[in-house]
Each structure stands twice: as C-alpha cells, then as structure tokens.
C-alpha cells in the first residue's frame, strides 16, 4: 500500500485499494456469499424507492447456452460481425466462473426521472463490485451492442421498458490484482469559491 492511502482509515484504504480484473477462475460466490454480495446493491441511494436493480445469476452448466443467447444477440444485431469476436464472446460467457446480468427495471413515467433511476441501479453495481473485493473474489464489468436486442431481452426475462446494464464477469482471481494507476485526483475536483471553477484534466 502507498503511503497516501496507508493514512487513511483501514475501510478508505479498502476501497482504494479495488481494481477490476477478468483473470478469474473457480471457486465463485456460493449461493449464501452471492446473496449477501448481490445485498449490498440494494444498498445504493435510490430516490423514491423505485428499486430498479435486477440481477440475473448465470453459473455452471447454464452459461454455455446463455453464451450461445449473446452470440445469437450479436449476430442479430449485426449480421456481419466478425466470427473470430463470436468465438472470443463464445469462450468468455461460457468460462467466466459467474456472470451477472444486471438488469434495470425502469419506470418512464414514474416520478423519478428516468437518468436518476439508472444512476441508482449503477451505483448499485459498484456496491456489488465493492462487496465482492471484500469477500475476496474479483469482478469485471463488461457490455455489448447486442444489450439492447429485445429477443435476448425477453429470453432472460427483461420485458420492456427493462433494460441491461451490462454484465460482471464474477470470480476468485487468478493472481494477485495488481493496483491499477489511477489519474490524479487534484485534475477532477475544485474548490467553488464564488466564482466558475476549472479542472486540470480538462487543460
């Protein structure tokens, strides 16, 4: 650990210390551990209680069709696309230890505008990112043009306005994650005082 985290409290210090990762192997969540991790995203601000998350657990021998649900997804959203990308989405869906469908359940017209909504089941992924760290397994969050394919949809069991996510790649890590460099903090925040503020990452 640097020294500017090591002066934090041991939770700050935790959460800065995660980094994603998609070298990942056996053993995923248990059933007990994933409900308890999958707990932790119903923990994120939620304006009006509209309760938008919804996760799909996809693992052992389901993944294999539900690989073969997104290429068929890819394939009807592009009929062009490439094989060697259907294989390399082939072989990923089917080996990942556990996926995560992370469906949105979406009112248009609530009361809630509709970008709060979807912030509050974003936030609720990086609770279940959060979590998984710190039960010592390693998640990757990853998405797709074929997402929004209404057939894929329908199949797993969103049904419009529902929408996806994306997908956590969900598992122990292979080897030790190492720390990804992350951008100074000093070019994303400011101090307002009264007047316009400016941010270094944007000179």
């Given at each position: 650990m640097t020294d500017s985290t090591s002066k934090h409290s041991n939770a700050l210090a935790f959460l800065l210390s995660r980094s994603s990762t998609d070298h990942l192997v056996e053993p995923a969540p248990d059933k007990a551990q994933i409900a308890a991790i999958l707990s932790a995203g119903l923990r994120a601000p939620d304006h009006g209680k509209m309760r938008p998350w919804r996760y799909i657990v996809v693992k052992g021998k389901h993944r294999r069709p539900f690989a073969e649900l997104v290429t068929r997804a890819m394939k009807s959203v592009d009929p062009d696309v490439p094989q060697k990308k259907i294989?390399?989405?082939?072989?990923?869906?089917?080996?990942?230890?556990?996926?995560?469908?992370?469906?949105?359940?979406?009112?248009?017209?609530?009361?809630?505008?509709?970008?709060?909504?979807?912030?509050?089941?974003?936030?609720?992924?990086?609770?279940?990112?959060?979590?998984?760290?710190?039960?010592?397994?390693?998640?990757?969050?990853?998405?797709?043009?074929?997402?929004?394919?209404?057939?894929?949809?329908?199949?797993?069991?969103?049904?419009?306005?529902d929408r996806l996510a994306g997908f956590l790649f969900v598992g122990t890590p292979e080897r030790a994650v190492r720390e990804a460099r992350r951008p100074d903090i000093s070019d994303y925040m400011a101090f307002w005082k009264s007047e316009p503020v400016s941010f270094g990452a944007e000179s």
């Open positions: 294989e390399k989405r082939l072989h990923r869906f089917s080996e990942m230890p556990m996926i995560i469908a992370l469906g949105m359940h979406i009112e248009p017209g609530g009361k809630i505008p509709v970008i709060e909504q979807e912030m509050s089941a974003a936030a609720g992924v990086m609770n279940v990112l959060n979590a998984l760290h710190a039960e010592g397994f390693g998640g990757f969050w990853v998405t797709g043009e074929f997402a929004d394919d209404p057939e894929f949809l329908a199949t797993i069991g969103l049904n419009p306005p």
